[in-house]
């Protein structure tokens, strides 16, 4: 099929964009794609394909934006029941840390997790994933966590694999049994951080051999934060993690800069998320290195805080810049990566341009998926989207309302734009 008539055919092509080379949108005005089955046949411009392509199906973007799907490089998808009343204590003033020391915030979401049947963990975490989609995400990370006890924890990984087996959109999954110390282990974090590395990675490793054999391996991820794990707590869990082959993530400095990013750096993981506090020296690391500094805009904003992730510096330092929504019921509650861009652009100081592409082909590079998708280029899987507006920079200008038309996941045509409906 070759859709064709784009205002500007956003291919963002040339691979993930470092320091302040982010925001080179690689525009073709009256650009056109061809697919074929899942992926990108050619693109150009629609004299130059229609031309080579004569008598290929056609789809008509209307003088539209075309764009790769978004890539959403860190979620907590998946979880049970809600935390409305904590949002209220918040709003009234009771800090985000002093409700999870005191037994609530992610200890309360992992009460209701565990309690929860595979059925309803999956029915609770489909309308989300619906969500992201309609809304633009056409591969999303996402997280474990919630369970903090192996049998749990692999329940959740299993019940993410069937959602990404039944939805259009891609899972790439993480195994965050390191999210907060379970009750279990309330006094003794050093015992769970011991279990994790002498019993859960182990039996990780063993459980996706057979559950999803021939899949890459997870991401292992830690929250690296004051009253979750320790600077050398996360090194003994990501080290372990790593000689057992699993790629690396870290959650470092939401709240406290304990020195996570530049762990993240030295041990060549994947992404360092969150950094908001970071210090000089740790951007420094991040800037040398190949791992992915991924900001979460909706979390301060989700807890009402001014301070954001220092993306200008993080630039200069010649750091690798994505964006993502943190979906979670604590702290983000957004399926959007609309919405993470108008944030990314009024607090972080990006242009719609650097946004764009820290949304899409750096974030590609944050779950090392930089070879298959987050850009428009021949051989990449065919994931786009058709927007509703004609300029790329709507994008990010705009929010609270959805500027997708079209999905097109794996060269299937999705409509999300379903008009006026009435039901009898
Ligand atoms: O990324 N920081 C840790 N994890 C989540 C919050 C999870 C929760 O509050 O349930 C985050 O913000
Ligand atoms: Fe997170």
């Known amino acids: 099929m070759l859709i064709h008539s784009a205002s500007q055919l956003l291919t963002l092509a040339g691979g993930p964009q470092r320091g ?35 008598d290929e199906p056609t789809l008509d973007a ?15 998808v998946i979880w049970a029941g809600d935390r409305a009343d904590e949002f209220e204590k918040k709003m009234a003033g009771t800090p985000y840390l002093d409700i999870l020391a005191a037994g609530g915030g992610i200890l309360s979401t992992v009460q209701a997790t565990r309690t929860a049947s595979m059925e309803a963990l ?8 619906l969500r992201m989609f309609r809304n633009g995400t056409t591969t999303a990370e996402a997280k474990t966590g919630y369970g903090l006890q192996i049998s749990t924890e692999l329940r959740l990984l299993k019940a993410l694999l069937t959602l990404d087996d039944e939805s259009p959109l891609d899972l ?44 890459p391996l ?79 805009p909706c979390t301060p904003f989700g807890l009402a805080e001014c301070k954001y992730t220092p993306a200008k510096k993080l630039l200069e330092a010649d750091a690798m810049l994505a964006i993502a929504t943190d979906c979670n019921p604590g702290t983000s509650w957004n399926e959007s990566m609309q919405f993470a861009i108008a944030l990314a652009c009024r607090y972080m100081g990006l242009t719609p341009a650097q946004a764009i592409a820290a949304s899409t082909i750096n974030a590609a590079h944050a779950i090392r998926k930089s070879g298959e998708i987050g850009s428009l280029e021949a051989g990449k899987q065919a ?9 790329y920079r709507q994008i990010g200008y705009r929010y609270g309302t959805n500027l997708v038309k079209q999905v097109i996941k794996r060269g299937q045509v999705y409509s999300v734009d379903v008009g006026y409906y009435r039901t009898a």
């Open 172 to 215: 790439v999954l993480t195994f965050l049994a390191a999210h907060a110390i379970p009750p279990e282990y309330k006094d003794n974090p050093q015992g769970y951080t011991d279990e994790i590395t002498s019993t859960m990675l182990p039996m990780l490793k063993e459980w996706w051999e057979t559950h999803a054999p021939g899949s």
């Open 218 to 296: 997870p991401f292992v991820d830690v929250f690296c934060e004051t009253k979750a794990f320790t600077l050398e707590q996360s090194r003994q869990i990501l080290t372990r993690a790593g000689s057992l082959g699993f790629p690396l993530k870290i959650h470092a400095d939401e709240f406290d800069n304990l020195g996570g990013a530049a762990l993240a750096a030295e041990l060549n993981a994947a992404s360092a998320d969150h950094l908001v506090v970071t210090s000089d020296a740790d951007i420094q690391a991040l800037g040398k290195s190949d791992t992915v500094a991924v900001a979460l």
């Open 62 to 76: 209307n003088r539209c934006v075309v764009m790769p799907g978004f890539v959403d490089p860190h979620t907590h």
């Open 122 to 129: 999956i029915a609770q975490t489909r309308p989300r994933l």
């Open 20 to 54: 302040t080379a982010l925001g080179a949108l690689g525009i073709i005005e009256n650009g056109a794609v061809l697919m074929r089955d899942e992926k990108i046949l050619a693109i150009g411009t629609t004299d130059e394909l229609k031309n080579a392509y004569p």
């Open 383 to 391: 994931d786009m989207l058709i927007l509703s507006v004609s300029n």
